[in-house]
């Protein structure tokens, strides 16, 4: 069982950090446990289908879905400051970020854009990765924060 206090576990099998920005929860959908287990998971014994891309990696986990309705999963209460969430899972030692949402705001580099350019240019040793939007493929499809210049 993960515990859910944003505390870092660096000895856990797999998610060593789950911070709950807004609830601790995943709805029913998933998408984050979806993602993450795509990029990091692991067969335990000889139970799965197949392991993730990077199955001896860590997860530190930043809770940003709003799942007080688990039927919904409404997404997403983003910080206003990227260097809140950025910083956390840097503390737990991750290099490699994954952010897997997306805006409205098409075609347009807006704030949420210059603060990965920031924390990127500030942290050469990180490396974000940003999913490009769910609407493609097509032109005017890729949405913010994948417009970044430094992801």
Known sequence: SVIKDGNIYPNNRKIIQYYPYVDSQDGNEGHGTAVASTIAGKRFGLQGMADGVAPDA???FF??????DPNTGQCCNIPSDFNVF???SRSAGAKIQNISWGTAAINSYIYLDRMLDSFIYNDQESIIIVAAGNSGPGPNTVVS?????NI
């Open 63 to 68: 809770d940003i879905g709003d799942d007080s």
């Open 86 to 88: 950025l910083n956390k």
């Open 145 to 149: 924060p994948a417009l970044a210049k």
């Open 58 to 60: 860590k997860i530190a």
